[in-house]
């Protein structure tokens, strides 16, 4: 699992390739090429792949600036 952590800003992924989980408040749901999912600020996530192909993902934060993002590992 890439290391849980959370943010006060929210937080969406959309996954390019792979398949894998995003991890949110303890509960792991799948992803694949084409998923996205949303992470409300201050919520534990992470995610990790599951298949053989890299897991791809392209996220965004809701921050004017990712020096606001004050990273809090669990």
Do not use: N
Not at 35 to 45: C, D, K, N
């Amino acid at each position: 699992m890439q290391d849980l952590h959370r943010h006060d800003q929210a937080e969406t992924y959309y996954v390019l390739s792979g398949k894998g989980v995003v991890a949110l408040e303890g509960v792991e749901h799948p992803v694949r090429a084409g998923s996205s999912a949303f992470i409300p600020g201050g919520h534990e996530h992470g995610a990790r792949k599951t298949g053989a192909e890299v897991l791809r993902v392209f996220y965004v934060l809701a921050a004017d600036d990712f020096a606001e993002v004050e990273y809090v590992f669990s």
